[in-house]
């Protein structure tokens, strides 16, 4: 399955049980990435050489990306 099928097969469906299994039984275990916080998963599956994110409060997944992608934080400028 390259890419770009898996984005139109995943992206706004449910990481629920049993897609949730699927996925991880077809690209191996996850890897959670930096950049995870209280509102958004940020995993990446070695096995299919991509990352998924994943919006915690509905469980839905947002986008996939290929190779491993932590969303980066930024740095906030505090004035004084």
């Not at 469906?13 to 299994?21: I, S």
């Not at 950049?35 to 469980?59: L, Q, R």
Request: glycine share 8%; charged share 35%; net charge positive.
């Amino acid at each position: 399955m390259d890419l770009s099928e898996l984005k139109k097969e995943l992206i706004g469906a449910l990481y629920l049980y049993p897609r949730a299994d699927f996925i991880h039984r077809k690209f191996g275990p996850v890897e959670t990435l930096e950049g995870t916080d209280n509102k958004t998963w940020i995993a990446y599956f070695s096995g299919g050489d991509f990352t998924m994110i994943v919006e915690k409060k509905t469980d839905t997944i947002q986008d996939i990306k290929q190779g491993k992608k932590p969303k980066r934080k930024r740095r906030r400028l505090w004035k004084t």
